[in-house]
C-alpha cells in the first residue's frame, strides 16, 4: 500500500520535456506504441512516425514485402510531405528493418 505521485514516476521518455527548443518543431519520433500521443504529452507539437515517412515515399521501404505489390500497381510520392527538423528515438522500434531502410 504505497501512494505514488506523479511527479516520483519517471517514464523513460519524460526527459524529453526538457527539449523545449525542439517542442515546435517537425519531429520524426521512433518507439514503440502510440509515439505521437506520447510525444504531445512530452509537449511536442509536430509530431510524425516513420509509417507516415514510408507512405509518403513508399519507395523508401523496399523491405516491405506488401508495399512491393502496392508499388508495383502504381504510387504516387507524397512531395507536400513536410521535411523533418529532428529524430528522436524514444524507445526501440518494433521494425527495426523498416526504420533501418528509411
Not at 508495383?72 to 527495426?96: D, H, S, V
Request: hydrophobic share 40%; charged share 20%; proline share 5%.
Amino acid at each position: 500500500n504505497i501512494d505514488l505521485e506523479t511527479d516520483q514516476v519517471i517514464f523513460a521518455p519524460s526527459p524529453f520535456i526538457s527539449f523545449m527548443h525542439w517542442h515546435n518543431k517537425r519531429v520524426l519520433v521512433l518507439g514503440q506504441g502510440d509515439m505521437i500521443s506520447i510525444a504531445e504529452d512530452l509537449g511536442f507539437t509536430n509530431v510524425y512516425t516513420m509509417d507516415q515517412v514510408a507512405e509518403a515515399y513508399p519507395l523508401l521501404d523496399m523491405v516491405n514485402h506488401g508495399n512491393r505489390k502496392t508499388i508495383a500497381c502504381g504510387y504516387k510520392e507524397n512531395k507536400n510531405f513536410p521535411r523533418i527538423e529532428a529524430i528522436f528515438l524514444m524507445g526501440e522500434p518494433t521494425q527495426w528493418e523498416m526504420h533501418l531502410q528509411l
